[in-house]
């Protein structure tokens, strides 16, 4: 009875060891979601403007309109007119230009740009592809802070990932040697089944079921209290680290039960593999 209890403690200890590990997986998770989501919202922000020349036809105009439907880099425009770029300055600053002169304005585009095309690279492609129309005088952008959001994006998100590396290290770490020592309560049974036989995947296979049934029902735990910690700090503290949709829950969770039964999978297989090498007597050395 009380050698029963014992194996029932270790696979306690195990299974919240394991929800804690696959909980701290989670965080990283998030993080590293919301780290792009709030890349993708700061580079949705970014906007070009199209100038056009003066007198642009009509037709000019309706081309550059079909070509911003269908681009990919334009996530919305807006055509503006030079009759409404003045009454826009007009209202801004409260002076009529054309008292003294006629509308020194262009008729332009506004386009607002998909994340993807919101980079230095890809924005040179985007100017070389609306500069090839005649109308087009001149696109204008502002280099300096997409360069600005290149460098910071790519330096914050390579701390992140760099923190994540770490923080998985320790975790994996933690969560092979609370197996190794599940397993090694049961050391000698394992040695019985290998002087009575027993081979491989007899001896290995109930070892790893056990531990990766473990590992869904810790990341069930895991995921649970996840969730619970984001939606804490959404409705109480106001803080949105993520977005709780469908979709980022499922991809969450399918992250955090993969990890699951990979580290259990591996870490039992190491496990059982260095006591099925030893000898008896080397059992009662470790």
Known sequence: ??????????????????????????????????????????????????????????????????????????????????????????????????????????????????????????LKQVVSTLEVFPSVERVIYPHEVVEAIDDN?????????????????????????????????RRFIINTMKLVGARGWAIKGPIVGKNMLLGIIASIIAIGLLVALLYYLARSMNIVLLQLTPANILLISAIVLLSSLLITIVSSLIAANSYIRMTTNDLYLV
């Open 1 to 122: 009875m009380s050698r029963r209890r014992h194996f029932s403690n270790m696979y306690v200890i195990t299974t919240i060891s394991l929800s804690l590990v696959l909980f701290l997986i989670g965080i990283e998770t998030v993080l590293l979601l919301s780290a792009h989501q709030l890349s993708t919202q700061i580079k949705e922000q970014v906007a070009l403007d199209v100038v056009l020349k003066q007198d642009v036809d009509s037709n000019e105009v309706k081309r550059i309109s079909r070509l911003m439907d269908n681009a990919p880099f334009a996530r919305e425009y807006r055509y503006i007119s030079a009759e409404q770029a003045l009454q826009e300055y007009i209202e801004a600053l409260g002076e009529d230009p054309t008292l003294y002169i006629d509308n020194p304005l262009h008729a332009s585009f506004n386009v607002l740009l998909t994340a993807d095309y919101a980079q230095a690279d890809s």
């Open 153 to 185: 994006v790519n330096k914050y998100s390579l701390i992140i990932v760099g923190m994540a590396v770490l923080l998985l290290f320790i975790a994996v770490s933690l969560i092979v040697n609370t197996i190794r020592l599940q397993v090694y309560s």
